[in-house]
Structure formats: C-alpha cells, structure tokens
C-alpha cells in the first residue's frame, strides 16, 4: 500500500453515523481536507480574511493549530478561550478579525479548495 495512505489513515478519521455528534461530517471533512492538501502541493484549503484592505489566503492548517480544540469548538460543547486563539490573529489589529476566525471554528464561515495543475505550478 502506498506510504501516502497508510500515512492518512494512521491520522484517526471517523466517523460512525451510530455515534451522533453535531457537525462530525463536517468536522471530518475538515480533517480530511487539511490532510489531504499538506499531501498534495498542487491543492490548498482554507479561508480567505480581509487584511489590510485586501483579502488574503490562510490555509486551515494555519487558522487550525489544534484540531482536537476545534472538532470541540465545531461540535458546540466548547467555546474558543483566547488561549486556542493562534498567534497572528492575535497581532491583528482589527477585531472583525477575529470574529472571523471564530465564524470559521463553528463552521459558519465559508471554506475555499483551490487546485493549481502541476503544470502551472511552478
């Protein structure tokens, strides 16, 4: 079996319809997303936030340092504490910002998946 899936499946993903959670599709969705674009260079996943008058690109790996904390966030058993919040949010100056960064955690900010082909890529 290719290293590469071994890898995605040693990450944890489940989801058991059985087993009801708020928002575990898309939860895992999330998780397989952000596996699947630190695998393939050619794809990205995440949000786009307005910074500085212009919108600009963070990828959910960036926005999502501790998953765990997240699925908790997304599920609605737990509220963001300053403590989850990642560090350059925190440098921003604009408290929209961080709303936004919230909006994201609860699944209520709208993601992007972007592919470049190998051939324009470089």
């Known amino acids: 079996m290719d290293k590469a899936i071994l890898n995605f499946w040693k990450r944890g993903f489940t989801y058991e319809k059985n087993h009801i959670i708020e928002n575990n599709a898309a939860i895992q969705t999330y998780k397989i997303l952000m596996h699947f674009t630190e695998i393939n260079k050619n794809c990205r996943v995440g949000c786009y936030i307005s910074v500085n008058g212009f919108s600009?690109?963070?990828?959910l790996n960036k926005l999502i340092p501790s998953f765990d904390i997240f699925a908790d966030v997304a599920?609605?058993?737990?509220?963001?504490?300053?403590?989850?919040i990642p560090d350059f949010i925190?440098?921003?100056?604009?408290?929209?910002?961080?709303?936004?960064?919230?909006?994201i955690w609860k699944l209520k900010h709208p993601?992007?998946?972007?592919?470049?082909?190998?051939?324009?890529?470089?």
């Open 75 to 84: 599920s609605n058993t737990k509220q963001i504490g300053i403590e989850e």
């Open 90 to 103: 925190k440098q921003l100056t604009h408290s929209a910002h961080k709303e936004t960064i919230s909006q």
């Open 56 to 59: 600009e690109f963070f990828s």
């Open 111 to 122: 993601i992007a998946f972007e592919f470049c082909s190998k051939s324009t890529q470089d």
